[in-house]
């Protein structure tokens, strides 16, 4: 299901919404899903130009998530990291930006609870971490 599809549903359930965005449980839903599905396309790709193809997909993905306030920068700074890769496929491989700290913690905290996210260690990675 695709980050439209999701959030829509998300914001039809009224108290899974917080004003300012995605809840951090409904964010890392959306943002696991959609990880998912990058990295299964990543897989298949046989060619930097089916590489810029899923980098641009999930970037059209992540651009319908209104994240939570906090975390307002980081998805800019992440859309801008797949953005660049786009124009150069092999900067995918490059560490991509985290979270500031506090809001990063808080997701790392939750991640491992959130059962898209059960196989994912994006946000619990240490800062910094290949």
């Avoid at 809840?23 to 696991?32: G, N, T």
């Avoid at 089916?50 to 980081?74: C, H, K, M, N, S």
């Avoid at 700074?77 to 491989?93: K, W």
């Amino acid at each position: 299901m695709g980050a439209l599809a999701v959030a829509t549903f998300l914001g039809a359930c009224g108290d899974d919404v917080t004003r300012g965005g995605l809840s951090d449980e409904d964010y890392l839903r959306v943002f696991c899903t959609d990880l998912s599905a990058f990295s299964n396309a990543l897989v298949r790709a046989q060619n930097p130009d089916a590489i810029r193809t899923a980098i641009a997909d999930y970037v059209e993905q992540l651009r319908t998530i209104e994240p939570p306030d906090d975390l307002r920068g980081y998805h800019e700074a992440y859309i801008t990291y797949l953005q660049d890769a786009a124009g150069e496929p092999s900067l995918v491989g490059r560490k991509p930006p985290t979270p500031p700290g506090g809001p990063r913690d808080r997701l790392a905290a939750k991640e491992s609870s959130v059962s898209a996210c059960k196989d994912a260690s994006f946000f619990s990675q240490p800062a910094g971490a290949d």
